[in-house]
């Protein structure tokens, strides 16, 4: 049976149960959250003409750069602006998460948990044609997404064939003999990996991609101990797969699919234990990956604490080179801090965003 949470939003009585198990308070879920769109940088001059075009008023979203909010009902898909690259969806959250790595020109930025990459596409614009980016995810169809979105938002940044050059390792129009050799390459790769039946897929983005001072082979081995201290990425970004309860219109899409299969796929207690321990070892491979003096950001759309400040306590107690940093930007960002001193979370009743948790870490030379 759907009853009204206090915030008046129908949430199945499983989701309800879910919140009631993690402690996450159901009035923090409101339907007045708007949508969000970043700006591609160098695009400010026609806000007014998407403005006409979305029929509704951009509002600069001001603890944010280049961020906008809009009408939760306005549909962007349709319009040109949208189309030519000019905006994006993406939730405010996300985009503070982003911004809490301080990405800087040059730096060598690894997306641990990509697709389908509206995360990646604020990464590109904040390096434009500087350093590199290597976007990782497990799931091939999610990548397919992801491709598309940052092929359209690169759009017009590089003449064609410099294009074609960039995107060579994934572009959909590679020759049919480099998809032989890459999916051969892929096999190879994937023989390395003592257990795992699904191979997270790489795919690069910029100039130099790759990984920094380690090949790609050496991405899928699981290191012992830290031994992978002095090479790595300037910035890490841990953006997890979790629950997603923090995203209301995400829990919402289960209307359609069903409850049901919300509480299959979503909220059965041996997926939840399960995730918990995949978010542990995607933070600590990520964390293996950056250099000393590096910055690693771990992410979750989950409000639970299971899921963020656990995984948090788990990981700084089995590794001594990481460290928590304050994110200094976050005092204007309207979030609260987490369990943890240091941590922040967004929630739709503080923040006027999504749900999101993030924490932010250095790597120390010890
Ligand atoms: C929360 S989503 C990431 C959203 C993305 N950062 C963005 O901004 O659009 C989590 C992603 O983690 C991926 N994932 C799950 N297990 C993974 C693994 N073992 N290695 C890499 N990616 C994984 C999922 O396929 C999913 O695309």
Redesign the pocket.
Known sequence: MEVDSPSNLPLPDAFLDFLNENGVDPSVYTNTTPRYVRLKPGCEGDVEEIEVEVRCKLEKVDWLPSFYSLSPHVQIANSKAYQQGKIYG?DAA?GA??SALNISLGDHVL????????????VLDLLGSSGSVTG????RH??AA?RT?VLKYSLGEYPLDEMANLYKEWTSRRPWKDKKKAAKARVTVASQLAS?T?D?ELIYYGKNSGVVGLTRSEIYQTFRGNDVLHCGYDKV?V????T?DGSIKHIQKFEYWGWKTLQRRVLNAERTDSLTV?QL??LT?GFRLLKIGGSLVY???SLTVAQNEDVVEQFLLQNASAELLEIDAAKNWPCRSGRIPKTLRFDPMTSRTSGLFVAKFTKLAI
């Open positions: 993406i996300s998460a982003v997306d641990l948990c990509v697709a389908p990459g509206a995360k990646l596409c604020m990782i995810d497990v799931a999610r990548l992801c979105m795992s699904q997270p970004l953006d997890a797969e979790c997603h995949l070892q995607l491979n992410s979750t759309c």
